[in-house]
């Protein structure tokens, strides 16, 4: 490319990968030559129920008003979300969903010189962002696909900024004990931040939930990350938030573009955090669609892993050639390669269905 020879873009640049999302359904439609309404995508983790009814209503009334710059401080739904969470509004910050809180972390803790702390099967995004800002990613090994808390201890030294816990974990849908992550957090560090990523908080049983909120409410420095885009199933909006300290909080709006949560998203979320009734819907969904596939995947005589969210490993053998396959019958998983996980597939709980359907395609592509 001779034209751009006299630029200089900043170093680095090939060090620098792009996440490998979930295949649109309309793209695999159209490589297969299938018709999207046929496909099934379980690849991405999002909520098949779709948005809450509530959500879809306070969206179509808010489509006429889309002429209009969203609130860049989102008040209404700041209100609604911090009465709810029991926090004072000033501790809630919103994202283009929580990967952008993520990189907001990144701008405010790492440069080159600086590493983070994560396990090494665990939101790829993480590392992602530490090779954005030149910082080092130390993956601690997982055991039997859990956080080993111990071992990421183990990997902070003075350099370290951020330490990532994703809990549920994603890609392998397990979660910390309670007391664990507490003892943990306890042993940290005071120049280290806990970063706990609550994508899937939502489908726990709330016995099962670490008093996270309360320990941000108790002053402990920790950022705790949620989302609308899997139990809310509002994934297509990208809506996201932290809440933290109130003054770590002024520290990452330093980041933000103005307008970086959009006016529909805002809409949308207001309703959905009303919605409980959705959730509670939703999360016995999950349940029932986990019983369902490790019951049938057990009769194939395959391995999963146990799983705490809305998704699960399966062990196929050959991960990418099956999602190939599958692909070829309109099933859409995610291949695990890129996790050292070559020889599973992740696979989201869908409808009923949709369930059925990705069951008896791996039969097909595994006889
Ligand atoms: C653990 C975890 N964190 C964060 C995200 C990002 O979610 P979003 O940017 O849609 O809020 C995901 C999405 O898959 C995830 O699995």
Redesign the pocket.
Known sequence: MDALTALQPRGGLDNLTVYETGRPLEEVAREQGLNPEELVKLA??ENNLGPSPAAVEAMQREASRMHLYPDGGAFYLREALSKQLGVTPDMLLF??????L?EFLGHLFLQPGTNLVMSAQ??I?YKLIGDLFGAETRQAPMQAFRHDLDAMAALVDENTRLVFV?NP??PTGTRVRKEDLKAFLDKLPAHVLPVV?E??IEMLEPEDRPATLEWVKGNRPLVL?R????AYGL?GL???YAIAHPELIRWLGKFRQPFNANAMAQAAALAAVEDQEFLDRSRVWVREGLEFFAAAFAEMGLETVPSSANFLLVKVGEGRRRFQELQAKGVIARAMDGYGLADWLRITVGTPEENRRCVQAIKEVLQ
Not at 95 to 100: F, I, L, P, R, V
Not at 227 to 230: D, L
């Open positions: 991405s983790n994202g283009n969903g929580s990967n952008e993520i665990a939101f995004v994703a974990n994603n990523d994508a899937y990350l989302t609308f885009s899997k994934a990208r809506l996201g």
